[in-house]
């Protein structure tokens, strides 16, 4: 048995910031289309705040002594870094696509590459061009790294329905995840709710939360989980609104015919996902570890940007759990996830 002092401290959630990225769509037909909408959907106060914001942080985002500097700060031992979601730019044709996956991939594995011991990477998957996810996983896996980040959606190449993670077109993909047991980390960038949330940051407090929970019930009510019971999926922002709602999601289920494309009662599938610890609040952080089980929770951060935590030991503290649940968060269970002993 793993004495608790030798569990490393392990955080899921943190970013990297890859300029090889933003270099190769820069002048690309859509990306002035794809900012015009983020800035629509975010408004202008909060553009003003984000930029000065994200720029304060470069050096946290891409050098790595910096890094773990402040990981060393914060009492964390290991990192699993993802690209920063802004690179996903899911309006790109197939050809530049492959391109920003390959960048992504190749980036992400060189800067964990300068400190092995404590940084694990994850890759990125085109997501609005479902015929190449699994080519980027695997491309992806043979860097190195433990597995891939994706939003919550993607717009439909052909202006047509979004790319939801329940598509079709995505079973092989999910099969091979499963197959490979690669991480999936779900972290949502931009929300359809649009210039609805544009004005006090909405867009994000209550637009990511949001994107999770409807893109982890696509994922539920679509049967994915039933069809692929070994995925391994984080979800961050633990999950956002469904872990503590989902009693009106077994509700639909047990009453509505249509709302019964899953085997069980959907609070059943949160314990076979994964969620991020990032909640900011302790009564919250204590409600997801009993509906999705402690083994279930891992430590996260959203290292650097402000809406994360700069003290998530701190945060986790706060919830005073006992002893064994605490250090299941801190890093035992992500230990176990990856493989680590």
Same mark, same amino acid.
């Given at each position: 048995?793993?004495?608790?002092?030798?569990?490393?401290?392990?955080?899921?959630?943190?970013?990297?910031?890859?300029?090889?990225?933003?270099?190769?769509?820069?002048?690309?037909?859509?990306?002035?289309?794809?900012?015009?909408?983020?800035?629509?959907?975010?408004?202008?106060?909060?553009?003003?705040?984000?930029?000065?914001?994200?720029?304060?942080?470069?050096?946290?985002?891409?050098?790595?002594?910096?890094?773990?500097?402040?990981?060393?700060?914060?009492?964390?031992?290991?990192?699993?870094?993802?690209?920063?979601?802004?690179?996903?730019?899911?309006?790109?044709?197939?050809?530049?696509?492959?391109?920003?996956?390959?960048?992504?991939?190749?980036?992400?594995?060189?800067?964990?590459?300068?400190?092995?011991?404590?940084? +694990?990477?994850?890759?990125?998957?085109?997501?609005?061009?479902?015929?190449?996810?699994?080519?980027? +996983?695997?491309?992806?896996?043979?860097?190195?790294?433990?597995?891939?980040?994706?939003?919550?959606?993607?717009?439909?190449?052909?202006?047509?329905?979004?790319?939801?993670?329940?598509?079709?077109?995505?079973?092989?993909?999910?099969?091979?995840?499963?197959?490979?047991?690669?991480?999936?980390?779900?972290?949502?960038?931009?929300?359809?709710?649009?210039?609805?949330?544009?004005?006090?940051? =909405?867009?994000?407090?209550?637009?990511?939360?949001?994107?999770?929970?409807?893109?982890?019930?696509?994922?539920?009510?679509?049967?994915?989980?039933?069809? *692929?019971?070994?995925?391994?999926?984080?979800?961050?922002?633990?999950?956002?609104? =469904?872990?503590? *709602?989902?009693?009106?999601?077994?509700?639909?289920?047990?009453?509505?015919?249509?709302?019964?494309?899953?085997?069980?009662?959907?609070?059943?599938?949160?314990?076979?996902?994964?969620?991020?610890?990032?909640?900011?609040?302790?009564?919250?952080?204590?409600?997801?570890?009993?509906?999705?089980?402690?083994?279930?929770?891992?430590?996260?951060?959203?290292?650097?940007?402000?809406?994360?935590?700069?003290?998530?030991?701190?945060?986790?503290?706060?919830?005073?759990?006992?002893?064994?649940?605490?250090?299941?968060?801190?890093?035992?269970?992500?230990?176990? =996830?990856?493989?680590?002993?």
């Amino acid at each position: 048995m793993t004495e608790p002092e030798s569990i490393p401290t392990i955080d899921v959630h943190a970013h990297l910031l890859l300029p090889e990225v933003e270099e190769v769509v820069a002048g690309r037909t859509g990306l002035a289309q794809a900012r015009d909408l983020d800035a629509r959907r975010n408004g202008p106060a909060a553009l003003a705040v984000s930029g000065p914001m994200v720029g304060a942080r470069v050096p946290k985002l891409t050098d790595v002594a910096v890094r773990l500097a402040a990981m060393d700060a914060q009492g964390v031992d290991i990192q699993l870094v993802s690209p920063s979601p802004s690179h996903y730019h899911y309006w790109a044709d197939p050809q530049l696509a492959e391109k920003v996956r390959r960048l992504a991939n190749e980036g992400t594995a060189a800067h964990c590459a300068k400190a092995p011991d404590r940084l +694990l990477g994850l890759g990125l998957v085109p997501l609005q061009h479902p015929d190449l996810a699994v080519e980027s +996983l695997d491309h992806a896996l043979a860097q190195g790294l433990r597995g891939v980040e994706l939003s919550s959606h993607a717009p439909s190449p052909g202006g047509t329905r979004e790319v939801e993670l329940s598509d079709p077109r995505l079973a092989p993909f999910w099969a091979r995840a499963q197959e490979t047991g690669a991480l999936v980390f779900l972290h949502p960038f931009g929300c359809t709710l649009d210039d609805r949330l544009d004005q006090w940051y =909405l867009s994000n407090t209550v637009g990511q939360p949001t994107e999770n929970a409807v893109a982890l019930s696509h994922l539920i009510f679509s049967g994915v989980l039933d069809r *692929h019971p070994g995925l391994r999926l984080i979800a961050a922002h633990g999950g956002g609104y =469904l872990p503590t *709602h989902i009693g009106r999601s077994d509700h639909a289920w047990r009453v509505r015919p249509d709302a019964q494309g899953c085997a069980r009662e959907p609070s059943s599938y949160l314990r076979q996902l994964y969620f991020d610890s990032l909640v900011h609040d302790p009564q919250v952080l204590r409600e997801l570890l009993r509906a999705a089980g402690p083994g279930r929770v891992l430590l996260g951060s959203d290292f650097p940007f402000d809406m994360g935590t700069e003290d998530p030991l701190g945060a986790l503290r706060a919830a005073d759990l006992p002893d064994a649940d605490f250090h299941s968060v801190r890093g035992a269970s992500a230990a176990a =996830l990856l493989d680590l002993f």
